[in-house]
């Protein structure tokens, strides 16, 4: 009986790259592997057809290999005289691709790992963005015991290596042909047991406690920055390096300002007359001052004034963004009688000359149907 192709043993195309070999190995293996079916002949040819296929491919010499010849590559000493396993075995296999579901390495000797990662959102003012500030926040945080130093262990005692693994924090398995690596059940992978434990933190070696920390908030950071502060996660166990803590950062939502980078963008609605007859108006700026912007006449609806430097820092930089100001004409309601004589008096005096945009577009549109009509 001919082998099956090793690319359709795998399920993936033949220009499939590594990251979708070792993908799509992970996940047959995992259906087919033997403690997820005992004493099934049939999961157990499959899986080891999967580490076969996935050995010669992922190997960019075996594939090309086995691109040109197919099996034959491997078969009478072809491909140099090797296996597709190479010398490593099926269980170097297994515990590369599936790491700590098979009991690989993170752990250091002596049980220490590194304490996990913590994240921290933090919400900042937009002018807090602008000049910068350092927060102080309080997080809860697992540190290392005091009493035990880190060990788990009864103050004056110590741990104890593992009968089970014999400190290797790791057996092995036999079923059939495999070998298979694993957590050791007794140890849980730290290759030591406690047998009198720590009374302040019950063997764990970590105790939780609140702690302050000083973050520094850089003058024109921007949202979604996120700020790493080394060795300030999760203690690690039994006396192992401690994780980091990210602060995400988000800025609030401004009243009156929105932000694009380093430029600021507010809106400020003004009368129609001042529109018309020209004029000026005062404005705050992010960094707490004022500003006044002159209204030349005859200003249109959604005019931008440009001011200069009046913008967010750049980060690290001694650049200043821009400001930009956007009128907003607002019609005028609620007129009493003699607003109303004298709008209507100013309609009756206006020309063409006084509003060419719209004079112009009604022409333009006459002009278009008349066309049409002809």
Excluded: W
């Excluded at 809106?267 to 018309?276: F, Q």
């Excluded at 907003?328 to 020309?351: D, G, M």
């Amino acid at each position: 009986m001919s082998k099956a192709d090793y690319y359709d043993t795998l399920g993936v195309s033949r220009d499939a790259d590594e990251k979708a070999l070792k993908s799509a190995f992970r996940k047959k293996a995992m259906k087919y592997h033997p403690d997820r079916n005992p004493n099934d002949s049939e999961a157990e040819a499959k899986f080891k057809e999967l580490g076969e296929a996935y050995e010669a491919l992922k190997d960019p010499q075996k594939r090309a290999a086995y691109d040109r010849f197919g099996h034959a590559a491997f078969e009478n000493g072809g491909g140099g005289g090797q296996s597709p396993f190479g010398g490593g075995g099926m269980g170097d296999i297994f515990e590369d691709i599936f790491g700590e579901m098979m009991g690989g390495g993170r752990r250091s000797s002596g049980g220490r790992s590194r304490g996990a990662d913590l994240r921290y959102n933090m919400e900042i003012s937009l002018e807090d963005a602008f000049a910068g500030k350092t927060a102080e926040i309080e997080i809860p945080a697992s540190v290392t015991c005091e009493k035990c130093e880190g060990s788990g262990a009864k103050p004056g005692t110590s741990p104890s290596t593992c009968n089970t693994c014999g400190g290797a924090g790791q057996v092995r398995a036999s079923q059939g042909f495999f070998s298979i690596q694993r957590t050791c059940p007794s140890c849980q992978g730290r290759g030591e047991v406690i047998t009198d434990p720590c009374s302040s933190c019950s063997g764990s070696g970590n105790t939780t406690e609140n702690k302050t920390l000083s973050v520094n908030v850089p003058a024109g950071i921007e949202d979604g920055t996120r700020i790493r502060l080394a060795g300030e996660g999760e203690a690690g166990t039994r006396g192992g390096p401690q994780g980091d803590l990210y602060i995400f950062l988000s800025i609030r939502p401004h009243e009156f300002f929105q932000r694009d980078g380093a430029d600021i963008y507010c809106r400020v609605p003004i009368s129609m007359t001042t529109a018309a007859l020209g004029g000026q108006f005062e404005v705050g700026t992010v960094d707490g001052g004022k500003t006044r912007v002159k209204v030349p006449e005859g200003t249109q609806n959604g005019k931008q004034f440009r001011l200069r430097s009046k913008g967010m820092p750049v980060m690290r930089s001694s650049q200043l963004g821009d400001m930009y100001i956007q009128v907003a004409i607002e019609t005028p309601s609620n007129l009493s009688k003699r607003q109303r004589e004298l709008l209507s008096e100013f309609e009756q005096l206006s020309s063409e000359e006084n509003s060419p945009e719209s004079t112009g577009f009604f022409s333009r549109m006459k002009g278009f149907f008349d066309g049409l009509a002809d």
